[in-house]
């Protein structure tokens, strides 16, 4: 089984054929920049918005500093609610675990709310190799299912199909769709209700994940939009929930901090339609056997970095995706792990260790807007260079540095190698000139900067991993040499 | 070593001796004055219906809400004053048993409850399965729910809705306009598995 937050290829090789993707990318842009500006609408309206980001950040990095506290706390308040609490230290574990939990409610079919911890440790996979059959429930996972794709996106995982795609898709994959459905999408969400219902009704084991656990009580936070998340809470009689260990916060108080945010910053809604808060057992109301599985997978390695743990603060809201002008181009799919983005770029190499994921952490411009968006403070550039400094560099990148670096340490090889570079780029720029001149249009101010993808010895090494600015013309000093003699 | 033991000595060993203690600043906006008006503008704008109304006329408007409904779903606790204006057919969870999931899947069915406290700023209604509110699956498998809020059951925002509730473990749920997708192109679109219509009665010691 692959691993869900492992890319199987770097970075810059997946973004290259993303961005050749027309459709892909205009879909993007259009989800992307119709969340962003709802998102600032309803963050405006809020006067302490920045406040609550500051108490949402300290409140974090407490529950961080007192987890093993927190965590028993958490335990003893469930399991005296009627819960019962596992603990996973890694995903194939957590995997077994759920398996087994389903194998003796004597199921072999289950129904599950879209939980990104479930999806970063394979349990549709694992439960498909154990014989049991998961029905995502979520509008967009369905999608992803039925057209048997991954997500690619944490909140919207089908943000890469418009709704012709989606129509299309329903009408032949789609049992009982109807033949002249259209892709009106109040239209596509009756077929999808019609299509899950008999599932909620007769399904005896529910999965979800949380977005939040609280210690205090021992509660567990379910924030949803479609009401199939409650469906999946409320009508099977076992409610299995994966959750990872930071998702734990002090008390139910601290609630009112995150309940502010995340909505806001998510779909940019002043709040969700459906938030579900339950405390193990309740009698007559809802599921009879509820258990909990708290998951380690990385985690604590994570943590064990003062500058890289604070990935472990995400609330998953989404809105460092949005806002990330990489992300926009490429889409989910290019980071290779079920978190995208850059919140992905930074946790997926973190959790997976060493090894996996060396060219996330360059896949930013290190912009920032990622940080000014996040309802947590996470301080994804910082991080960023973080792991660039301390971690393996990719061979390409580390090839580009060694041979710019050799050349920048003498201004007569540097000055060469830029008139190499400048003879062999002059074909391009007549090219960039005259599709300019094709287009018709005075090259706005970013398309002025044409860029090469391959430059000539010794800089080769340095487009070996990106692309870089055509060279100008003569430099100032090439023009004063030819004007006014070697002085 | 089980997997818990594991798990806490790997994070005691992650956070090294004395791990630095965080003060939480709370110096958001923890209180204020609810405001009816600005309730009842957020569930317009999540497309909820609203009706205001006084005391006396709570019957009325309950009745004018449930024209097309075919059989009432009620929670054991709801005041029976509520329904002397309505004469369809009522069925009370639990009375004299609880109602199925095929009950309340039925056509025509509308859940009718109150709410433990309602949210001003961002148009929520906090169901605590209160008496009047009853088991989660009443307001979730019915097409159609009526809710009905006193006005000084509107909190003014999030954290004073979270305090006045009377036990946090009851089972909650929180809700902002009918069950709604944004999964289409990041559209808004009413109506996916929980009830299609929601329906919100104000009531207001002075009348609307
Ligand atoms: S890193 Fe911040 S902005 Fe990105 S998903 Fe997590 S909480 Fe949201």
């Not at chain 1, 469906?231 to 309940?259: A, H, N, Y």
Request: glycine share 8%; aromatic share 4%; proline share 8%.
């Amino acid at each position: 089984m692959s691993n869900p937050i492992a890319a199987p290829r770097p970075f810059p090789a997946a973004a290259h054929d993303k961005l050749a993707d027309r459709q892909l990318r205009a879909n993007l842009h259009r989800a992307t920049h119709t969340i962003r500006d709802k998102r600032l609408r309803v963050v405006a309206e809020l006067p302490d918005w920045q406040r609550l980001r500051e108490a949402a950040s300290a409140l974090k990095a407490d529950a961080k500093s007192r987890l093993p506290e927190l965590l028993t706390q958490f335990e003893a308040a469930a399991t005296a609610a009627g819960a019962t609490v596992h603990w996973a230290r890694d995903a194939a574990e957590a995997c077994a675990v759920v398996a087994d939990l389903v194998r003796s409610a004597g199921a072999t079919e289950v129904v599950k709310v879209k939980s990104m911890a479930t999806q970063e440790i394979g349990l549709n996979e694992a439960l498909e190799a154990a014989g049991i059959a998961a029905t995502e429930t979520d509008l967009a996972e369905l999608i992803v299912q039925l057209a048997e794709d991954t997500p690619s996106h944490i909140l919207v995982p089908a943000i890469h199909y418009n709704r012709t795609q989606i129509r299309d898709l329903f009408r032949t994959r789609m049992a009982g769709a109807p033949a002249d459905l259209t892709d009106d999408p109040p239209a596509l969400a009756e077929a999808a209700r019609r299509h899950l219902r008999a599932k909620f009704l007769s399904a005896t084991v529910g999965i979800s994940g949380a977005n939040f656990a609280v210690a205090e009580t021992g509660s567990l936070v379910v924030v949803e939009s479609e009401g199939n998340g409650r469906m999946c809470l409320t009508l099977p009689q076992t409610l299995i929930s994966v959750v990872g260990i930071e998702k734990v916060v002090p008390t139910f108080r601290d609630l009112e901090v995150f309940l502010q945010l995340l909505p806001r910053s998510s779909t940019g809604e002043r709040m969700n339609p459906y938030t579900s808060i339950w405390t193990g057992v309740t009698p007559g109301d809802g599921p009879e056997n509820v258990h909990i599985v708290l998951v380690d997978n990385g985690r604590t390695t994570t943590l064990a970095d003062p500058v890289g743990r604070q990935a472990l603060h995400c609330i998953r809201c989404s809105a460092c995706l949005n806002v990330c002008p990489v992300y926009e181009r490429v889409g989910g799919h290019a980071y290779g792990s079920v978190y995208p983005g850059p919140i992905g770029a930074i946790l997926s190499p973190q959790l997976t260790g060493e090894g996996f994921n060396r060219t996330l952490p360059y896949a930013s411009t290190l912009c920032g807007a990622c940080y000014d968006a996040c309802p947590v403070r996470i301080n994804i550039p910082e991080v960023l260079v973080h792991l660039r400094q301390t971690g393996p560099h990719p061979r390409a990148e580390r090839a580009g540095m060694r041979a710019m670096s050799w050349l920048m340490s003498d201004r007569r090889r540097y000055a060469a190698a830029l008139r190499a570079a400048r003879r062999g780029a002059a074909p391009l720029r007549l090219v960039a000139r005259r599709a300019a001149k094709r287009r018709g249009s005075v090259p706005s101010e970013g398309d002025q900067r044409e860029t090469v993808r391959r430059l000539p010895w010794p800089l080769s090494a340095w487009t070996a991993s990106r692309d870089a600015p055509l060279p100008a013309g003569p430099t100032f000093r090439e023009w004063w040499e030819k004007e006014h003699g070697r002085s | 070593m089980g997997a818990r033991e594991v798990i806490l000595d790997r994070i005691r060993a992650a956070l090294g001796p004395s791990p630095i203690r965080v003060e939480v600043p709370r110096e958001y906006r923890t209180g204020g004055v609810p405001d009816v008006d600005l309730f009842v503008d957020r569930l317009v704008d999540y497309r909820a219906a609203v009706r205001r109304c006084g005391p006396n006329d709570l019957a009325a408007a309950v009745a004018e809400a449930l024209a097309d409904t075919r059989v009432l779903a009620v929670p054991p606790g709801l005041p029976g004053e509520w329904l002397t204006a309505y004469h369809g057919e009522v069925v009370r969870d639990g009375d004299p048993r609880p109602l199925s999931v095929a009950d309340l899947d039925a056509p025509g069915v509308t859940a009718l409850t109150g709410c433990a406290v309602a949210i001003a700023e961002t148009g929520t209604l906090v169901l605590d399965a209160g008496p009047d509110q009853g088991r989660r699956v009443l307001t979730l498998v019915p097409d159609h729910h009526v809710c009905v809020v006193h006005a000084g059951q509107i909190a003014a925002g999030v954290p004073d809705a979270l305090a006045r509730l009377a036990d946090p473990t009851r089972p909650l749920t929180f809700v902002s306009g009918p069950s709604a997708t944004s999964d289409i192109e990041l559209d808004r679109v009413e109506g996916v598995h929980g009830p299609r219509r929601l329906e919100v009665i104000v009531v207001e010691p002075s009348g609307p």
